[in-house]
């Protein structure tokens, strides 16, 4: 079993950042991804990184503006969001993945419970 927390989000003007963590407790070990859901819209998959952290996968959407990582030694997961814009606005989740091909975010275990970020224009 594992337990993940989100943090880091807020309100910030389109152009700015944000560093989004998720801290696991329990089971660690995991490839982790981050997704998010905007009002009215699909849960989508932002980002992925393997457990070793030797391996990220970022949906084009995001690609060159977010980036994942990961700190084994704190058992934390990041998102470093750069360069936010208005379509940005959601609210972010951790996650566990498996399978062969975790990376495409289909395999969910656990989820967080997200935390809300909003860009304003």
């Known amino acids: 079993q594992v337990q993940l927390v989100e943090s880091g989000g807020g309100l910030v003007q389109a152009g700015g950042s944000l560093r989004l963590s998720c801290a696991a407790s329990?089971?660690?070990?995991?490839?982790m991804g981050w997704f998010r859901q905007a009002p009215g819209k699909d849960r989508e998959f932002v980002a992925a990184?393997?457990?070793?952290?030797?391996?990220?996968y970022h949906a084009d959407s995001v690609k060159g503006r977010f980036t994942i990582s990961r700190d084994n030694a704190k058992n934390t997961v990041y998102l470093q969001m750069n360069s936010l814009k208005s379509e940005d606005t959601a609210v972010y989740y951790c996650?566990?993945?498996?399978?062969?091909?975790?990376?495409?975010?289909?395999?969910?275990?656990?989820w967080g419970q997200g935390t809300q970020v909003t860009v304003s224009s």
């Open positions: 990184i393997s457990w070793s952290g030797g391996s990220t």
């Open positions: 329990g089971r660690t070990g995991f490839h």
């Open positions: 996650a566990t993945l498996y399978g062969i091909r975790w990376y495409d975010g289909r395999s969910v275990g656990s």
